[in-house]
């Protein structure tokens, strides 16, 4: 919801600056944002009582003071014998309607008016209308406009199944299904009740006789129907948050008012069909209750003044809850409304001495964890949404991605997709797990912990490793350190379904985590041992180039001065660093020492002129020293 | 002159891996709370309507429970979680008062864009026990905000709702730019919640939180793209070791 500031500030008795009213809305749970003169209100779902310049002033009257600052037509109208029907006043247990006539032209709009659409944005339809939806600005209440000369017969109301298509008055077609609230004519539907009107009894800039309909549609029937039928709708969102069921009369007099001040009314009657039994919340006076729930110890006299201005009054030691009030129903509402209005920062803290019966804590197997993590091994997390369906997945009825309609009972797809991901991205030593609970159903729903490690590519970076090959018998000498071996089988996931053309075989194993040994299940660290907030560097999307290089190093004197500069490597575009290959030849009297770079920008596709350069600035250190050569640069 | 026997191999420097950064921030947070007395527990991820919504105060009519807003599975009769909130249903009714309990894990929604995954984490925290207030619960607050952001952080609490407190209140801190950002959600338990659990009420009082993991993570790390955590990227990966 957007407003004016100057619109509110006409409906409160101070003025605050914007700053100050921002600080109260926020103070009273009223988020929003501010541009210019415009607040766009983003208000929690129960206070739709806020949905309106009105609602708003009622809420800020505790600090502001709030008057009326709008005039409604304050004389006698004529009863309306209007032809409707309610067959469900379950869903609608109260329905006014006002039907007006005018004559001659529409006068330009008064200012008030003009400035809701000018200033706010909000397209204008035609007379009718427009006064309409600024009334549900001004007060809240959505009212929907029918052109009287095309209402003949009987109107009815019904909440029923339908099948049918209905075309709306932005001129779209739906189709609806399932259960409706709807208005119609001759069986056939001219207005989906609460969210939107019809074409084909929609007002235009020719109507002149009009009938307002002004209704009170329980939230629970209006809920999710203008998601359903996709149609964007101001009305639907008040319903849905509730309106004030005593406020037709009101509601109806004021639009009689704008429309005195825009045009000259030749008639205008009224006519209510109420069959709501109002019940008026009331709750019990209890203070000390209130005070329990915040911690605090307000006296009555204040007690009272705040909800006094927030209009909710105390007769016969019972608080009577205002009808626009739906979501105070307890000492806990109430309690609330106390501590928006004293500010939640300003309840003082107190301090918490936490009691407790339950001992047991879950284990964690943060130690198989730390020691797959030691070994190399990085922790992936998956969705679990799967194409791949067994006789045991269970479906998603309504699954963001129709393709992928199923829980995973595996973590092997999920694992083989993010190694077949890595080694896309250059990654040449993948070693990865994921420790989930996977779901699956028979004659119930099981659940299982597992754990799932998939391996491919060289054993690592370092000169030891790095012409090995992940294998099987590297998988089987880690778990073994850790697991007995009958709990987990190693199998080799064939490249030959896969549309890769790397060779490096791939390893997998899947285990249950119930199996994994107890003594698995410690190693906790003190808190501020446990987690370094690094601040992440971007990962970048462009390629990486690899440079190699073998320094031939004869003056063994340089040969610790080569190491330590070789690790000391540093450049924005050096991404990584390492020594892949040492050889002593005794025969030469020569040291080899095999170094691989890797070149990659965040920024862009590095040129061979930039990587290049950096080499040479980076290796420059280590060519000039007497006695070390990289044989053919 | 050095000789070759002089000469030690280059160190063999370990390739460590990395714990997924989503479970650090989620298992640094349980550390925290059972720091303060409260006991770890878990719960299914797929559960029923009556645990998910009716039990917490969430009406059938609420948009949350809608087929754009909640996974539904076996044919509508039962949910994805969407908050661990049932956790702490089932705590309640296994458990009586005082309890107080902390429960992490995935929860599921139905978006997918660049601020919101169907997938995600979140921990909670419930603590039940005789006149439990909202003072209380912002002295716990900023204990935990203070252990995450640093003492110094500046701390503001913002009246909200939550179908299953009553007052509510979302926390926002504010960032270097001088921007207030929301961190957690929090409130004093509504009264039919613990009565739905067969708790009375009228004797006991409870407070609950809960924190969205990827929110601590992205604001602890300076991640922009919630997307990034998911993408198990080894270069990505490997920055927090």
Known sequence: ?633 | MSSFNDIKPPKLSPQLGAIHPINQVKDFLIDLLQGYGFTAVDGPEIESEEFNFDMLNIKKTHPARQMHDTFYVNNKSKVLRTHTSPVQIRSMLDSNPPLAITSAGKVYRKDDDATHLPMFHQVEGMYIDEQVTFSQLKDLIHKIIYAIFGQEIQIRFRPSYFPFTEPSAEVDILSENGKWLEVLGCGIINPVVLENCNIDSNKYSGLAFGLGVERIAMLKYGVNDIREFYKSNLDFLSQFK
């Open chain 1, 1 to 633: 919801m957007k407003f004016l500031y100057k619109d509110l500030l006409n409906f409160l008795s101070e003025k605050p600056s914007k700053k100050l009213l921002s600080e109260k809305l926020f103070q009273l749970g009223h988020e929003h944002e501010i541009a210019g003169d415009i607040f766009d209100m983003e208000l929690t779902p129960n206070r739709g009582d806020c949905l309106s310049l009105n609602g708003l002033a009622r809420d800020l009257n505790v600090f502001f003071g709030k008057v009326q600052p709008y005039k409604i037509y304050e004389g006698d109208i004529l009863p309306l014998n209007f032809n409707f029907k309610n067959l469900s006043t379950d869903a609608c247990p109260k329905i006014s309607f006002l039907e007006i006539e005018i004559e001659g032209a529409i006068a330009a709009y008064k200012p008030y008016l003009e400035n809701y659409f000018s200033l706010l944005g909000n397209k204008k339809v035609n007379f009718f209308t427009d006064v309409s939806n600024y009334i549900s600005y001004e007060l809240g209440q959505p009212t929907h406009c029918f052109d009287s000369s095309t209402m003949n017969n009987q109107l009815t109301f019904e909440n029923k199944i339908c099948q049918e298509s209905f075309k709306t008055l932005l001129g779209s077609n739906i189709n609806l299904d399932g259960k409706n609230c709807i208005f119609s004519v001759d069986d056939k539907i001219i207005s989906l009740a609460g969210v939107m009107g019809g074409k084909s009894t929609a007002c235009s800039s020719q109507t002149r006789k009009v009938l307002i309909e002004c209704a009170y549609f329980k939230p629970e029937e209006i809920i999710g129907k203008s998601i359903k039928y996709n149609l964007v709708s101001d009305a639907a969102h008040k319903f849905e948050r509730g309106v004030d069921i005593q406020a037709h009369e009101k509601v109806l007099r004021r639009f009689v008012a704008i429309v005195q001040d825009h045009a000259v009314i030749k008639n205008f009657k009224i006519q209510t069909f109420d069959d709501a039994a109002i019940d008026q919340s009331r709750i019990p006076f209890d203070l000390e209750r209130v005070n329990k729930i915040l911690g605090i110890d307000i006296e009555k006299e204040k007690y009272l003044m705040i909800l006094n201005k927030l209009g909710i009054e105390i007769n016969n030691n019972e608080v009577n809850v205002p009808s626009y009030r739906h979501d105070i129903s307890s000492q806990n509402d109430l309690a609330e409304e106390i501590a928006r209005v004293l500010g939640y920062d300003s309840i003082k803290s107190k301090p918490l001495d936490i009691k407790n019966n339950l001992n047991e804590n879950i284990k964690h197997i943060y130690k198989f964890k730390n020691f797959l993590v030691q070994n190399g091994f990085s922790e992936v997390i998956n969705f679990p949404f799967t194409s791949s369906k067994d006789k045991k997945s269970i479906t998603i009825d309504n699954p963001l991605d129709s393709n992928k309609r199923y829980l995973r009972t595996s973590l092997k797809s999920s694992l083989l997709e993010n190694l077949q991901y890595n080694e896309r991205r250059q990654n040449d030593s993948i070693k990865l797990f994921e420790i989930s609970d996977l779901y699956s159903k028979d004659d119930q729903t099981n659940q299982e912990r597992k754990l799932g490690i998939i391996i491919s590519g060289r054993r690592g970076h370092n000169y030891a490793d790095f012409s090995k090959k992940l294998d099987f018998n590297y998988l089987n000498q880690i778990l073994n350190e850790g697991l007995e071996n009958d709990i987990f089988t190693i199998e080799e996931i064939s490249r030959a379904d896969l549309k890769t053309k790397k060779k490096d075989k791939i390893f997998y194993t899947e285990v249950l985590i119930e199996n994994i040994p107890a003594d698995m299940y410690k190693d906790y660290k003190p808190i501020e041992e446990k987690i370094n907030f690094i601040k992440y560097q971007p990962v970048s999307e462009f390629p990486s180039s690899v440079r190699d290089f073998s320094f031939s190093i004869v003056d063994f004197d340089k040969y610790n001065i080569v190491i330590d500069l070789i690790s000391s490597l540093d450049d924005d575009i050096l991404k990584h660093a390492y020594v892949f290959d040492f050889y002593e030849n005794k025969k030469l009297k020569e040291i080899k020492v095999g170094v691989r770079l890797i070149f990659q920008s965040v920024l862009c596709t590095l040129s061979e002129e930039e990587i290049q350069k950096t080499l040479h600035r980076l290796l420059k250190p280590i060519l000039d020293l007497e006695g070390v050569s990289v044989p053919g640069l």
